[in-house]
């Protein structure tokens, strides 16, 4: 069954020893359909992304097989696929298949895996290691994704942990790392709730009336009473049992002081519990223990943030993964959320909202849907005489740019040092052992193309970047011929087509087209004597090409 | 030092104790004791050489430099000092009197003056400074007879070998020249370069000897500063004093504190009778006590505030300290 | 102009384009609402007139009673004299000599109260001209100069810092939500920028050949995809280009011997001479860190080498910025985190200090000669004219011709480029 056989190539070549990836996908009963009604969300999807009347004419139909490969493993496990996978996939026959390679890919470590990197980098922003280690935090959201812990657990444990219990310590990571109660409150407000509320610290928004002080000061006095105490070199989040959230505007002239009570916005203000005065304290705060009180104002904060009922919590999840697989959130930017800043569909963000917490904040099954949707699946590529800003959103898939994690890892995969990593290691490979030897040559990637800490992954081309791929040692290293990369195997073909054939499905995944075979061809008849210099200049051109660059 | 060497005294360096306390009103950077015994001269941060006589605690200013002062030197015969400032001024004043003023002032280095002193026979002043220049002048009238050029850095200190034949200089790098008077040239180089350092860290020099003396006999010379710097601009570092055989050149034994201190070694005096006396500021002030012989301070007192200078009186038992505090103190090691 | 521009430019309804502005995940970079958005004739214009900017950062803290603002005879003076400097009744420390024959170019600003003594968040002030705040974080002077008064067709990076160590590569938290293109690029020990020489394996008719190559895979693919993002990646490949053409521009052993002379050959004055080579080729903004004056120890004597160090080529660097023209259109700014404390300590140190201290200024609409504030008789307070980091900020900017009153945009949220509580210290502009 090619389906099958397709299948079990994902599962080889994806990570070779992992019984889970082999395992066939598993038919998930609540991802078909949604909650209580009758369309399957994929269907719903495409109908409100169709819904503009002339989108049909500026629809860029179905990406070609090997578009829609390289998009699903990018999104999905943050590489590209091999060459003989890609080989596999553009050979099956099956209708099925594309259905079949989203779900494989679900199921896969790597998943796992892509998805710890995604979310480390949106709680976190690549924030240096002062606290807790990032390997521990990896490892925890790692576990969490294999898991597919729903969103409002992961979330609230995230809210919840202190960093005392060694347990759940990592989890701490998005508190203590940050420490600072103002600092928090933005970052809660704008990756939790999508909302960014960053101005109303001092004032009312002065141009989104519906983000006010109170919406800032309601988060804040649920962690106002914390600070991250590090006596032991370790830190862990302290807490007192008294202390008043007020504030003023500083455009008030009568300089009114407001109080506020902990309160998600559009929530009620949680009223304290009364603790008898002796009783204030499990723990009382001092120079060298972390303060619990008996009613705390933080323990709160969790379960009202992540109530399936909360709105504006399931609407920032659905945005995001939203904006993860399409390349821009309906909300976009994904932190402003605002009645005066509409959705480009609105009657979509609602049934994705709503799906979410139907399905209990199944993030995997979700994002299956998105995966199995047509829209998903549209091409990149704009119809003949269509002028891109006259098209309806989404009518043609967006390009996103790689982030520097898939910009690494995919480079790792098209020259081979992935396969030679892989060869070398035999039959003891695991995804773990793959991604121990692999991921620190990272480092360089996130150095030159992550953005700074402390704010989100976007993206620039800047000079130095173009210096490091055009000149740099690392790519120049890995396109040097060793056993099992792309250098070494193009060397051992024979004739410039099967050159070409193998270049482009392990670069570009897809086979390459009468004028590309005949470009190599003719490059190569011309660098005949330094066959290897000239294989290698091939596939840095592909490589640095913006067709490799662009996820599309 | 200058003026004619003390005369070897039973002293016990264990028994220092404060027997003159003298206030200012700024903090001072040198003091010397005159060949005549009566007093103290001090340079302080206020621009003022203060004298104090040393029975009466009496203290007269002596108004004229625009800067600090840490050079002094005497010519006991015509009964003079010498005062080396901070812009390069040297002034010449009566050592007695009750308003002593400025004889002759000298333009005599471009930057500090360093250090000066008095050759044995007291006919020869020479001078350094930070024109990482050496000077000869004729006592008294101040006449510059020899500029000797060849360190190649701010020149910290002179001194004349007891026997007057020789003048050795030493500068911030640690590099020690022996110059032979008769010839005016360098004879021979010693290397105390232990007491500097180039912090990678701050891109400066560090080091430097803040103070140098050579024994009565003249047998050993010895340069007082600050070694193993690890932060050069907190001065964390230790304080050293190398103590060089003057035959061979070489350097004899590294004076160190018993007990570990941070800072710098800033006054250094040999004792005729064999002990070497230092003063440390930096984290606070000490005066340390070695024996002939030893590399270990046996004795240490803990001084009220950071030292900065070091001079032994012609008695023998008297040390002068000025301090950051805005005092100039007396101890004495004599017997009680 | 970049090709990136030009996309912009043809847009309709000035959106980038919609999916242009969409592709990036970053709203942040892609909605900055001005900056190199002009036309070809604008971004000509601008190059005639192209406004430069040289930051001189003495590290540490250098003190300002031995550079700008001395007190001597005081109880807080030192040992040091002052000197008379090109412009009558304004002296300055015996240790500047050369530098006071400059004087007419420059200006003092001696009112200045940061009231920050910690290194790192003087740093920030000085930088960003406003103090250190929780979740946010505000571009260098250098990434806005880079963003406002740069060409994008400039290949040299628009934030260069020569420094005598550094991490080599680029600071990416300098341009904070302007973005990366802005941040600086260490030149450690005035080296040039990592990865700039061919690989020597790979001889320049190759690399013309597989960029070659790579421009016809990047052409197939962009037939039907081209966005600002696109037009950006393929950009910064003719950037790294005609930087590796002008690669010179980064050794200074190009120059003649004279000026090796005139700068002096230790390590500040060859990072002087670069910087004059960079404005000169082009640079925006570049900054020069002479390291180091956190002098808590031994104040007076370090403050002799290090000055002894920083006078003589940065009066070469005045003088010959004015000889080439340059002058006139470069702003020159020498700071620090902080001055240092009136009171000498009992090590002759002089510790941090933040209420009372000065920055100097030269150049590019600088009134020559010019004074700002006053300080009293030992240097403890600022006794008129007391400005902070925000005047200085809005100061520069006035300087070279920007309106710091203007704001970027991030999303819709309105940024001041300058702090909006401060204002232009008027008296030292032209």
């Given at each position: 069954m090619p389906q099958r056989w397709f299948l079990l190539s994902v599962s080889l070549f994806v990570c070779a020893a992992s019984a889970e990836a082999v395992a066939p996908p598993a038919v998930r009963s609540s991802a078909g359909a949604k909650a209580g009604g009758t369309e399957p969300l994929h269907r719903t999807i495409d109908r409100l992304v169709s819904a503009p009347k002339d989108f049909a004419q500026f629809d860029a139909g179905p990406a070609p097989d090997g578009e829609f490969l390289r998009r699903a493993y990018l999104d999905l496990t943050g590489t590209i696929p091999t060459a003989t996978v890609a080989r596999a996939f553009l050979k099956d026959a099956s209708p099925t298949k594309r259905q079949f390679l989203i779900d494989g890919l679900l199921a896969s470590p790597e998943h796992s895996r892509h998805l710890a990197n995604v979310f480390d980098v949106m709680l976190m922003e690549r924030r240096a290691d002062r606290l807790v280690p990032r390997a521990a935090w990896h490892s925890y959201l790692r576990d969490a994704f294999a898991a597919n812990k729903p969103w409002d657990e992961l979330a609230r444990e995230i809210l919840a942990?202190?960093?005392?219990d060694p347990k759940t310590r990592p989890a701490a990571k998005f508190f203590l790392e940050r420490g600072e109660p103002h600092l928090l409150t933005r970052d809660i407000g704008r990756l939790f709730l999508g909302m960014n509320l960053q101005c109303c610290q001092c004032h009312d928004h002065p141009r989104i009336e519906d983000y006010r002080q109170e919406h800032y000061y309601g988060i804040f006095a649920f962690i106002g009473r914390t600070t991250v105490l590090n006596a032991k070199g370790t830190g862990v989040i302290s807490e007192k049992a008294d202390g008043e959230t007020t504030f003023q505007s500083v455009f008030d002239p009568a300089k009114v002081t407001k109080t506020s009570l902990p309160r998600v916005p559009g929530g009620k203000g949680l009223a304290d519990t009364v603790v008898p005065k002796d009783k204030l304290y499990v723990v009382a705060p001092t120079a060298g223990a972390a303060g619990v009180p008996t009613y705390s104002r933080r323990a709160r904060l969790a379960p009202e943030v992540t109530r399936a009922d909360y709105e504006p919590f399931r609407r920032n999840i659905a945005n995001r993964l939203w904006a993860h697989m399409l390349g821009r959130g309906l909300v976009h930017p994904l932190d402003m959320d605002y009645p005066g800043n509409q959705p480009s569909h609105a009657e979509l963000l609602d049934a994705l909202s709503a799906d979410i917490a139907a399905r209990k904040f199944d993030m995997r099954g979700f994002m299956r849907e998105i995966g199995l949707s047509q829209t998903y699946a549209r091409s990149s590529a704009l119809p003949a005489g269509v002028k891109e800003t006259d098209a309806p959103l989404y009518a043609t898939a967006l390009l996103k740019p790689l982030t520097p994690e898939q910009f690494g890892f995919a480079l790792m995969q098209a020259t081979g040092l992935t396969d030679s990593i892989r060869q070398s290691q035999g039959k003891t490979a695991t995804e773990q052992s793959l991604y121990t030897a692999l991921s620190p040559n990272l480092a360089p990637f996130i150095r030159a193309f992550g953005s700074p800490a402390g704010t989100p992954q976007g993206f620039d081309a800047t000079v130095d970047q173009a210096l490091f791929l055009a000149n740099g040692p690392t790519l120049r290293s890995w396109l040097t011929p060793r056993a099992g990369n792309l250098t070494d195997r193009l060397l051992k073909l024979a004739g410039n087509d099967a050159v070409a054939e193998e270049l482009y499905l392990s670069i570009l995944t897809r086979l390459p087209d009468a004028e590309e075979r005949k470009e190599v061809a003719d490059f190569l008849t011309s660098r005949t004597k330094d066959r290897s210099a000239a294989l290698q200049d091939l596939a840095w051109a592909l490589l640095t090409s913006t067709e490799f660059r662009f996820n599309h | 030092m200058s003026g004619p060497p003390p005369a070897a005294v039973k002293v016990d360096p264990t028994s220092a104790r404060l027997v003159r306390d003298f206030k200012h009103t700024s903090p001072f950077v040198g003091c010397r004791f005159d060949p005549t015994g009566q007093f103290v001269y001090a340079g302080a941060q206020d621009n003022a050489v203060v004298r104090f006589q040393l029975d009466s605690g009496k203290k007269t200013i002596l108004n004229g430099h625009k800067s600090w002062i840490r050079a002094f030197a005497f010519a006991l015969k015509e009964k003079l000092v010498f005062s080396g400032d901070q812009a390069g001024k040297l002034i010449i004043w009566p050592i007695e009197g009750d308003a002593p003023s400025p004889i002759a002032t000298i333009a005599s280095h471009k930057g500090w003056v360093r250090a000066l002193a008095t050759s044995p026979d007291g006919k020869t002043l020479a001078s350094c400074g930070n024109d990482n220049l050496v000077k000869l002048w004729a006592v008294p009238e101040g006449k510059l007879l020899h500029e000797l050029p060849g360190h190649a850095n701010h020149v910290y200190n002179v001194a004349f070998h007891p026997e007057g034949k020789f003048l050795v200089s030493a500068d911030l790098k640690g590099v020690v020249k022996v110059w032979d008077l008769a010839k005016g040239e360098t004879v021979r180089e010693m290397d105390a370069?232990?007491?500097?350092?180039?912090d990678q860290g701050f891109g400066a020099d560090i080091g430097g000897v803040r103070s140098m003396a050579f024994s009565p006999d003249g047998a050993h010379l010895a340069c007082a500063g600050i070694t193993e710097v690890t932060n050069a601009f907190a001065g964390i570092g230790k304080p050293l004093i190398v103590l060089f055989d003057w035959v061979s050149g070489k350097q004899k034994l590294l004076l160190r504190p018993k007990v570990n201190f941070q800072g710098t070694a800033w006054g250094v005096v040999m004792h005729p009778a064999g002990y070497i006396l230092g003063v440390g500021g930096g984290n606070g002030g000490v005066l340390w006590a070695w024996k002939p012989?030893?590399?270990?301070?046996?004795h240490a007192l803990t001084l009220p505030n950071n030292a900065r200078d070091l001079d032994l009186h012609t008695d023998g038992r008297w040390l002068a300290i000025p301090f950051f505090d805005n005092a100039v103190r007396i101890y004495d090691i004599g017997p009680k | 102009m970049t090709n990136r521009a030009t996309y912009a430019c043809n847009s309709p309804a000035h959106d980038l384009s919609r999916r242009s502005f969409l592709a990036g995940t970053a709203g942040a970079l892609g909605s900055l609402s001005f900056g190199n958005f002009l036309h070809g004739a604008a971004a000509g214009k601008l190059e005639k007139d192209q406004k430069r900017v040289l930051v001189i950062w003495l590290s540490g803290g250098v003190s300002q009673l031995e550079t700008w603002d001395p007190k001597p005879g005081t109880n807080t003076g030192g040992p040091f004299q002052t000197i008379e400097t090109s412009v009558p009744g304004v002296h300055i420390c015996e240790l500047l000599p050369h530098t006071a024959k400059q004087m007419h170019r420059m200006a003092l600003v001696r009112g200045i109260n940061t009231i920050e003594d910690d290194h790192g968040k003087g740093a920030v002030i000085m930088h960003t001209g406003r103090r250190q705040e929780p979740g946010m974080t505000y571009p260098h002077l250098g990434s806005v100069c880079a963003k406002m008064l740069g060409s994008d067709r400039n290949p040299l990076p628009g934030y260069i810092h020569v420094t005598p160590r550094g991490n080599g590569g680029v600071n990416a938290a300098d341009s904070a939500f302007l973005g990366p293109r802005y941040a600086s690029i260490s030149l450690d020990n005035g080296q040039a920028p990592a990865n700039i020489t061919r690989p020597t394996e790979l001889n320049e008719s190759s690399d013309a050949e597989r960029n070659a190559l790579r421009l016809r895979a990047s052409e197939r693919f962009l037939k039907k995809r081209r966005t600002a993002d696109t037009e950006a990646y393929t950009h910064s490949y003719d950037q790294a280009a005609q930087l590796m053409r002008q690669k010179d521009l980064f050794d200074v052993s190009k120059e003649p011997a004279k000026y090796a002379d005139m700068y002096g050959k230790h390590d500040f004055g060859r990072h002087c001479l670069m910087a004059r080579r960079l404005l000169e080729g082009g640079a925006t903004f570049v900054k020069v860190t002479h390291s180091n004056y956190d002098t808590h120890h031994e104040n007076f004597d370090f403050h002799i080498e290090q000055l002894g160090e920083f006078d003589q080529p940065f009066a070469a660097l005045l003088e010959d910025l004015h000889q080439r023209g340059l002058l006139s259109s470069t702003l020159v700014v020498v700071m620090s985190e902080f001055g240092r404390t009136p009171n000498i300590n009992r090590n002759y140190g002089r510790d941090h200090w933040s209420r009372a201290w000065s920055v100097a200024l030269a150049g590019c609409g600088i009134k020559g000669g010019a004074v700002s504030g006053k300080t009293n008789a030992n240097g403890t307070?600022?006794?008129?004219?007391m400005v902070h980091g925000g005047h200085l900020f809005h100061t520069y900017l006035k300087a070279v011709g920007l309106d710091p009153k203007k704001n970027f945009y991030i999303d819709q949220r309105p940024i001041p480029m300058a702090d909006p509580k401060a204002s232009v210290i008027s008296e030292v502009l032209a």
């Open positions: 942990s202190n960093g005392a | 370069k232990i007491l500097y350092k180039y012989g030893e590399a270990l301070a046996y | 307070a600022v006794t008129d004219r």
